[in-house]
T-cell receptor, first 115, second 116 residues
Framework: AQSVSQHNHHVILSEAASLELGCNYS??????LFWYVQYPGQHLQLLLK??????LVKGIKGFEAEFIKSKFSFNLRKPSVQWSDTAEYFC?????????????FGAGTRLFVKA | SQTIHQWPATLVQPVGSPLSLECTVE??????LYWYRQAAGRGLQLLFY??????ISSEVPQNLSASRPQDRQFILSSKKLLLSDSGFYLC???????????????FGDGTRLSIL
C-alpha cells in the first residue's frame, strides 16, 4: 500500500535558521508530489508541487523542495526561516496521471519558529 | 476566483443523532470534490471523493455517507453518530482532470465535530 512518511513530528527553530523537513513515500510508479501548509487558524493551502521536469521546485514564501527519485524523497527546505513560518506542514503524494483522487498525506510536521 | 465554503465550523452532537455537513464551491465548474478526516498526528484520511453529480467513491468503510446533489455541493452525512465519529472534517476541491497532471487540492476551513 502507498504511504507517506514525515520524519519529524515537531521541529523548533530560531529565526534565520535553515529548515529541512523530510518526506519519503512508498510507491513504485510515477508520482505527483505536493507540500501543503496550514498556518495557525487558517485552512490548508498548497505550498509547492512537483509533476515532472526539474526535480528542484520552488514554491511560495521562499520554500523549495527537491525530488530525489532514487530515494523516494521530496524534502522541503528554506534557507532562513521566519517567525511567520510557524505552521504545520504536510507532504502528499498521488500516482501520476490518475486524476489525483487518491492523494496520500503524511502525518504532518509542526514547525515552531522562535522570534 | 474560486472559493470553498464549509459549515458549520464547529458542531456538538449527541451519540445516535444524525449529521449533515455541507460544502459548496464557487467560481469553478465540474470540480472534483473530497471529504477528509484530519486526526492529530495522523495526517488526512480520505473518506469520499466525487467526480460528478451523484457519483461518490468511498475510501474507507464507516458510519458516514456522502452525496453530491449539485455540481458544486458536497454533503457528508450520518444517520446515527458514534463516539468514534468525533474529529476534524475537511472538504476540498480540485480542478477536473484533463488527462495530464493531477491537480492540487484546495481546502475549506474544516468542521470540528464533537460527539457526546
Amino acid at each position: 500500500a502507498q504511504s507517506v512518511s514525515q520524519h519529524n513530528h515537531h521541529v523548533i527553530l530560531s529565526e534565520a535558521a535553515s529548515l529541512e523537513l523530510g518526506c519519503n513515500y512508498s510507491y513504485g510508479g510515477t508520482v505527483n508530489l505536493f507540500w501543503y501548509v496550514q498556518y495557525p487558524g487558517q485552512h490548508l493551502q498548497l505550498l509547492l508541487k512537483y509533476f515532472s521536469g526539474d526535480p528542484l521546485v520552488k514554491g511560495i514564501k521562499g520554500f523549495e523542495a527537491e525530488f530525489i527519485k532514487s530515494k523516494f524523497s521530496f524534502n522541503l527546505r528554506k534557507p532562513s526561516v521566519q517567525w511567520s513560518d510557524t505552521a504545520e506542514y504536510f507532504c502528499a503524494v498521488n500516482p501520476a496521471n490518475t486524476g489525483g483522487f487518491k492523494t496520500i498525506f503524511g502525518a504532518g510536521t509542526r514547525l515552531f519558529v522562535k522570534a | 476566483s474560486q472559493t470553498i465554503h464549509q459549515w458549520p465550523a464547529t458542531l456538538v452532537q449527541p451519540v445516535g443523532s444524525p449529521l449533515s455537513l455541507e460544502c459548496t464551491v464557487e467560481g469553478t465548474s465540474n470540480p472534483n470534490l473530497y471529504w477528509y478526516r484530519q486526526a492529530a498526528g495522523r495526517g488526512l484520511q480520505l473518506l469520499f471523493y466525487s467526480v460528478g453529480i451523484g457519483q461518490i467513491s468511498s475510501e474507507v468503510p464507516q458510519n458516514l455517507s456522502a452525496s453530491r446533489p449539485q455540481d458544486r455541493q458536497f454533503i457528508l452525512s450520518s444517520k446515527k453518530l458514534l463516539l468514534s465519529d468525533s474529529g476534524f472534517y475537511l472538504c476540498a476541491w480540485s480542478a477536473r482532470w484533463t488527462g495530464v497532471d493531477n491537480q492540487p487540492q484546495h481546502f475549506g476551513d474544516g468542521t470540528r465535530l464533537s460527539i457526546l
